[in-house]
């Protein structure tokens, strides 16, 4: 059986979870707070990041990262390939993969995280109002991005739906829990990201809540 | 043929002209500042970094991210596989890249950059020494890492080199180049990357500079 170190608002945590959801593998979610830096846990990864994995029948080193850990999973198991198509679509992918894993989680969801969670949990400190205003003014030279790439192609690497398209799901449902996303003159984007939030992979990650800290009222709708 | 945007330091540039090197791939390198924020370079690549790779004779998109660069080079290219090895083993591989990438780049080989390159072309300022500082010593504690795995392995991430030394050398070897490493008390880190530094795919590397910015005396022997 495989663990799952997360916790319900990590980003990476829940493009794994999209991705072995889409491929049908089982897990145990355990929770991880990495803030925490938990002895055990920075002994297990170094870098102290969720998420991490564990088989806990074979054994064996865990996998950490997660790109490394989607990468293993995609090779492991033939179902549902989210990396699918030529070397040249193969690139496209993982180049909007790191796009949205580094550059949105970098202005966007870091700075969500940690103004309206982190310091909330850990601080018991407000957040910083001009860190939000940036960090939702980055978000929509974001979704202008997914709309100028939904004018040339269905999905967001190509023809068909990709791990670009869970990392970009992924990143955005927690800048949304955490109200950074507004939707106004978005309707490309909006329309994608409702497809995705229907997808069966999608609705358990949706369900969550994280402690002391609450959604919008629209997080989980389908008619935004 | 291929043209390589770059410039002499930049560490996920010469991670990829390792890899090129060793798998006998050739290109042409076109000099690049990102911290120029050239428009045509913009067009090409909207996150505004280095490398990204341009095939002049067939066309098609960049390839763009160092990480895509590398996987598209491995998957079309046989020649000395460097993501080898079992599932698992591979996802070691891309732990330990996306560590170097990551944790390294962020905690040394960035502020080196900052405080020794952009500093002094951009701002004209002189460094932080508190930050060099701060850089030096989380390079104590890399190296320190470093020699833990090889007390285990070989090479970092198995029985054979790989892209983890690839991308740990070209971390290593712009952080030395800035003379943010001393490798006293490290011998077995240094033993790995005096054995990197002799390598054909890393001399012409080793003998290129940045302008205005020399590395200390050592940065190209073989005798540390």
Chains 1, 2 share one sequence.
Not at 60 to 82: H, N, Q, R, W
Not at 195 to 212: C, H, N, T
């Amino acid at each position: 059986m495989w663990q799952l170190y997360q916790f319900p608002l990590c980003p990476f945590s829940r493009k794994v979870r999209l991705l072995l959801a889409e491929k049908g593998v089982g897990y145990e979610p355990v929770r991880e707070s990495p803030w925490l830096r938990r002895d055990e846990f920075l002994d297990m990864n170094p870098a102290g990041q969720t998420p991490v994995m564990i088989d806990t029948e074979r054994g064996g080193m865990p996998l950490i990262d997660s790109a490394a850990i989607c990468e293993y999973f995609e090779e492991t198991v033939e179902k549902a390939s989210m990396i699918n198509g030529t070397a040249a679509n193969r690139a496209e992918i993982r180049r909007l993969v790191a796009w949205f894993d580094t550059q949105f989680f970098r202005e966007i969801t870091a700075p969500l995280l940690e103004e309206r969670m982190v310091k909330r949990l850990v601080h018991r400190m407000t957040p910083d109002a001009g860190m939000l205003r940036e960090a939702m003014k980055a978000a929509v030279g974001h979704l202008d991005y997914i709309d100028y790439l939904l004018d040339h192609r269905t999905w967001l690497a190509g023809a068909t739906m990709s791990l670009a398209d869970l990392a970009a799901a992924a990143q955005i449902s927690v800048a949304d829990y955490l109200g950074g996303i507004d939707w106004k003159s978005h309707e490309q984007a909006k329309r994608w990201y409702v497809g995705m939030k229907s997808r069966p992979s999608f609705r358990p990650l949706l369900a969550e809540r994280m402690e002391v800290i609450s959604p919008p009222a629209d997080y989980e709708k389908l008619d935004l």
